[in-house]
């Protein structure tokens, strides 16, 4: 995962380059996830490589996808983190002494989220105590101590990336335990959203890796960062804390991979064609047909390696890639299993054409046998309905 360069001016000239005046997005857990669902493609690469904002670079175009949390679900988790904040962070106090069978009582807090700027500069310095205290907690401190909004940085594709954690729970014999707070209900014991969990679960996993890194830095043992993680959530439909501790082994190393996968941006920018910038797509003062058509242009360029199940849930490009693979009536619309399932066949009307018997060209013969057996078969269950006319050998 570590890279221990910087892009070269001409890289990140060329970075900014493609990405013009499309918003910028900083890494963090969630869009490293989401980056991970769809890196095979190259469009979507590049766009990660520019720290170019996906969800936001067609806003104003009717291919704009509603990414984004409810304003109640912001409001639930700001409730929720004041509630555990309060009255010298007795909640979590509470909540961590009975999670973890250790006495947080008079446990010290640091509090990273206050007395530093709210940016680049902040977030750095915020880094460097991180660093500091992990290492002195790593060597054994008599009392628990918490870190709250610890801060973990690491090269991410040839890039510095600051990845903010809710608190880490430190002292819990001899170990560093990760904690994540999630403001949805867990109801009976259960979480209301699987995927939430998931998600959770995989960015603690992240900042796991990320802390072992951070130990090693400091030449610390990277063991001393606990596989077992806590998420600190509401109980029922209230506010009231309650905590949850969950073994992330396999999910560190699945993201260690992942981070693995991310391309490098020195590389990205070498091999990305000039003509390649999403600054006229983002640009709201063009008609949303030439931003489209500017769109169009970066994908055919590119290349693009359309899959519905990541797309639509990971990348701010989905409708728009969908709608033009639309609008050709390439067999990837419906997938990468069913576009495997049908080699040489250019488009959607000729897989319906070889369905009615259309003699095969030698490309689509493997596919035309199976496709002309699925079309007969349908046609007996469906023949009213269908009214289709086959053609005889
Ligand atoms: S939506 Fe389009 S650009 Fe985004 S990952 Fe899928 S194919 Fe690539």
């Known amino acids: 995962m570590a890279r221990p360069h910087q892009p070269d001016s001409a890289a990140t000239a060329a970075l900014a380059r493609v990405r013009g005046r499309a918003p910028e997005m900083r890494a963090n857990v969630r869009r490293l996830a989401a980056f991970a669902n769809v890196h095979s493609c190259p469009t979507a690469a590049v766009a990660f490589a520019a ?66 700027q709210p940016n680049r500069t902040g977030l750095h310095m915020r880094a460097t105590v991180t660093q500091t205290r992990m290492a002195e907690i790593a060597d054994g401190p008599a009392e628990p101590v918490i870190l709250d909004g610890a801060v973990l940085q690491a090269d991410i594709g040839g890039l510095q990336a600051f990845f903010e954690a809710d608190e880490m729970a430190i002292g819990v014999g001899g170990q560093i335990i990760v904690g994540e707070n999630k403001s949805w209900p867990v109801v009976d014991g259960k979480p209301t959203d699987d995927d939430a ?44 804390p309650s905590l949850h501790r969950q073994d992330v082994s396999s999910r560190v190393r699945r993201i260690k991979r992942l981070l693995n996968a991310v391309p490098d941006v020195q590389e990205t920018a070498a091999e990305t064609p000039h003509e390649v910038t999403f600054d006229e797509v983002a640009d709201k003062t063009r008609h949303e047909s030439l931003r489209l058509a500017s769109f169009r242009h970066i994908t055919d360029v590119l290349g693009t390696v359309y899959d519905p199940a990541n797309c639509l849930t990971s990348c701010g490009f989905a409708w728009a ?73």
């Open 197 to 240: 969990l998931g998600a959770a679960l995989d960015q603690a996993a992240t900042y796991v890796l990320l802390g072992r890194q951070t130990l090693q830095q400091e030449g610390v043992d990277p063991s001393k960062m606990s596989d077992s993680v806590v998420l600190v959530t509401p109980r029922n439909t209230g506010l009231a």
């Open 51 to 116: 720290r170019i904002d996906t969800n936001k670079v067609l806003a104003g175009t009717s291919l704009e996808m509603p990414f984004g949390q409810s304003p109640f679900a912001i409001g639930r988790g700001v409730a929720f983190e004041a509630l555990l904040r309060r009255h010298g962070h007795a909640e979590l106090r509470r909540v961590l002494s009975e999670g973890l069978d250790t006495d947080f009582s008079l446990a010290a807090i640091e509090n990273l989220r206050e007395g530093y």
């Open 321 to 393: 890639c969908r709608q033009r693979l639309f609008a050709d009536g390439d067999p990837a619309v419906v997938g990468g299993a069913v576009a495997r399932a049908l080699p040489g066949i250019a488009s959607l009307g000729r897989v319906a054409e070889l369905s009615h018997g259309a003699p095969a060209s030698n490309a689509e013969a493997p596919a035309a046998i199976p496709l002309a057996r699925a079309g007969r078969l349908y046609d007996e269950v469906t023949p009213r309905a269908t009214g289709r006319q086959r053609r005889t050998a």
